[in-house]
Protein backbone atom coordinates (compact mmCIF):
# COMPACT_ATOMS: atom_id res chain seq x y z
CA UNK A 1 0.00 0.00 0.00
CA UNK A 2 1.17 4.26 -1.04
CA UNK A 3 1.44 5.58 2.47
CA UNK A 4 -0.09 8.76 2.49
CA UNK A 5 -0.07 12.13 4.28
CA UNK A 6 -2.34 14.63 4.16
CA UNK A 7 -1.23 19.08 5.17
CA UNK A 8 -2.74 22.49 4.06
CA UNK A 9 -6.01 22.14 6.53
CA UNK A 10 -7.09 24.61 8.61
CA UNK A 11 -9.70 27.22 9.69
CA UNK A 12 -11.01 29.74 7.22
CA UNK A 13 -14.08 32.32 6.93
CA UNK A 14 -16.68 31.56 4.39
CA UNK A 15 -15.32 32.67 0.78
CA UNK A 16 -11.71 32.14 1.69
CA UNK A 17 -9.53 29.17 0.00
CA UNK A 18 -7.23 26.47 1.39
CA UNK A 19 -4.75 23.97 -0.54
CA UNK A 20 -4.79 20.81 0.68
CA UNK A 21 -1.42 18.63 -0.41
CA UNK A 22 -1.10 14.68 0.06
CA UNK A 23 2.53 13.60 -0.23
CA UNK A 24 2.71 9.37 -1.35
CA UNK A 25 5.38 7.49 -0.26
CA UNK A 26 5.88 6.05 -3.86
CA UNK A 27 5.55 7.18 -7.39
CA UNK A 28 2.00 8.20 -7.48
CA UNK A 29 2.43 7.44 -11.35
CA UNK A 30 1.89 3.72 -10.07
CA UNK A 31 -1.34 4.36 -8.89
CA UNK A 32 -4.06 5.39 -11.41
CA UNK A 33 -6.41 7.23 -9.31
CA UNK A 34 -5.49 9.89 -7.02
CA UNK A 35 -8.92 10.77 -4.99
CA UNK A 36 -9.74 12.86 -1.76
CA UNK A 37 -13.27 12.59 0.06
CA UNK A 38 -14.61 13.98 3.18
CA UNK A 39 -16.51 13.34 6.00
CA UNK A 40 -18.43 15.33 8.31
CA UNK A 41 -19.57 15.06 11.93
CA UNK A 42 -22.65 12.36 11.92
CA UNK A 43 -22.13 12.12 7.86
CA UNK A 44 -21.14 9.43 5.00
CA UNK A 45 -18.16 9.90 3.48
CA UNK A 46 -18.41 12.36 0.61
CA UNK A 47 -16.64 11.71 -3.03
CA UNK A 48 -14.91 15.34 -3.76
CA UNK A 49 -12.49 14.59 -6.33
CA UNK A 50 -9.97 12.16 -8.33
CA UNK A 51 -7.62 12.46 -10.61
CA UNK A 52 -6.02 10.17 -13.60
CA UNK A 53 -2.39 8.83 -13.36
CA UNK A 54 -1.88 11.08 -16.19
CA UNK A 55 -3.67 14.32 -14.96
CA UNK A 56 -5.49 14.09 -18.10
CA UNK A 57 -8.85 13.52 -16.60
CA UNK A 58 -10.58 15.17 -13.41
CA UNK A 59 -13.40 14.30 -11.76
CA UNK A 60 -15.14 16.29 -9.01
CA UNK A 61 -18.70 16.00 -7.04
CA UNK A 62 -21.57 17.73 -7.77
CA UNK A 63 -20.97 20.03 -4.34
CA UNK A 64 -17.70 21.40 -5.04
CA UNK A 65 -17.63 21.23 -8.70
CA UNK A 66 -16.57 24.79 -10.09
CA UNK A 67 -14.88 25.61 -6.71
CA UNK A 68 -12.46 22.72 -6.24
CA UNK A 69 -9.62 22.28 -8.46
CA UNK A 70 -7.44 18.59 -8.40
CA UNK A 71 -4.27 18.45 -9.58
CA UNK A 72 -1.05 16.09 -8.89
CA UNK A 73 2.93 16.08 -9.73
CA UNK A 74 4.14 12.98 -10.18
CA UNK A 75 7.55 14.06 -10.17
CA UNK A 76 6.85 15.39 -6.44
CA UNK A 77 4.65 12.46 -5.45
CA UNK A 78 1.89 14.73 -4.71
CA UNK A 79 -1.46 15.75 -5.50
CA UNK A 80 -3.66 18.64 -4.46
CA UNK A 81 -6.73 20.33 -3.79
CA UNK A 82 -6.98 23.58 -4.35
CA UNK A 83 -10.19 24.51 -2.34
CA UNK A 84 -12.05 28.17 -3.48
CA UNK A 85 -15.13 29.99 -2.27
CA UNK A 86 -15.15 27.67 0.42
CA UNK A 87 -18.69 27.08 2.27
CA UNK A 88 -19.26 26.40 5.94
CA UNK A 89 -20.92 23.11 4.70
CA UNK A 90 -17.28 22.11 3.83
CA UNK A 91 -16.56 21.71 6.65
CA UNK A 92 -15.23 18.04 7.23
CA UNK A 93 -12.10 15.91 7.45
CA UNK A 94 -11.04 15.88 4.37
CA UNK A 95 -8.95 12.06 2.91
CA UNK A 96 -6.47 11.80 0.66
CA UNK A 97 -6.52 7.73 -1.32
CA UNK A 98 -5.06 6.10 -3.98
CA UNK A 99 -6.27 3.35 -6.03
CA UNK A 100 -4.20 0.95 -8.60
CA UNK A 101 -7.72 0.50 -10.51
CA UNK A 102 -8.83 2.29 -13.38
CA UNK A 103 -12.54 2.15 -12.77
CA UNK A 104 -14.85 2.78 -9.44
CA UNK A 105 -12.94 6.46 -8.64
CA UNK A 106 -16.16 7.72 -7.02
CA UNK A 107 -16.28 4.38 -4.90
CA UNK A 108 -14.31 5.00 -1.18
CA UNK A 109 -14.27 1.44 -0.98
CA UNK A 110 -12.28 0.73 -4.13
CA UNK A 111 -9.01 2.81 -2.99
CA UNK A 112 -6.42 1.10 -1.44
CA UNK A 113 -4.25 3.62 0.48
CA UNK A 114 -5.70 6.20 2.68
CA UNK A 115 -4.05 9.27 4.45
CA UNK A 116 -5.05 10.15 8.15
CA UNK A 117 -7.08 12.99 6.70
CA UNK A 118 -7.22 17.13 7.95
CA UNK A 119 -9.70 18.98 9.35
CA UNK A 120 -11.12 21.64 6.82
CA UNK A 121 -13.64 23.95 9.12
CA UNK A 122 -14.94 26.72 7.36
CA UNK A 123 -16.97 29.71 9.39
CA UNK A 124 -20.11 31.69 8.56
Known amino acids: QVQLVESGGGSVQAGGSLRLSCAAS????????MGWFRQAPGKQREFVSS????????YYGDAVKGRFTISRDNAENTVYLQMNSLKPEDTAVYYC?????????????????WGQGTQVTVSS
Open 51 to 58: ITRSGGST
Open 26 to 33: ERTSSVYF
Open 97 to 113: AASRRSYGFMSGSLYES
